[in-house]
């Protein structure tokens, strides 16, 4: 995988976990915390258009802001998107 597509497998990702937590949370609350970290652009219906940094602090910081609103449930989330992409680094 070359690293065009491994950018795009984490733009996907992060859409994705976005979308799950906007069914969990409401999109406003999922929007709010995804915006909330810094080098994560959305476009205006919530999708990761582009990841300014590291990418997997981007990820990781991402997650834990949506873990601290429901620890159990959002992992076990978290989890079974990540088994989709297999290639993409997982994050403890």
């Given at each position: 995988?070359?690293?065009v597509?491994?950018?795009?497998?984490?733009?996907?990702?992060?859409?994705?976990?976005?979308?799950?937590?906007?069914?969990?949370?409401?999109?406003?609350?999922?929007?709010?915390?995804?915006?909330?970290?810094?080098?994560?652009i959305?476009?205006?219906?919530?999708?990761?258009?582009?990841?300014?940094?590291?990418?997997?602090?981007?990820?990781?910081?991402?997650?834990?802001?949506?873990?601290?609103?429901?620890?159990?449930?959002?992992?076990?989330?978290?989890?079974?998107?990540?088994?989709?992409?297999?290639?993409?680094?997982?994050?403890?």
């Open positions: 995988m070359n690293m597509d491994n950018k795009k497998q984490y733009l996907l990702l992060l859409s994705e976990i976005i979308a799950k937590m906007a069914v969990i949370f409401g999109s406003d609350v999922a929007i709010s915390k995804a915006q909330s970290v810094d080098g994560i959305l476009d205006n219906k919530g999708n990761v258009i582009e990841i300014k940094g590291y990418t997997i602090d981007k990820v990781e910081e991402l997650v834990n802001n949506y873990v601290r609103l429901s620890d159990v449930t959002v992992k076990k989330i978290i989890d079974s998107i990540f088994e989709k992409y297999p290639e993409v680094k997982r994050i403890s």
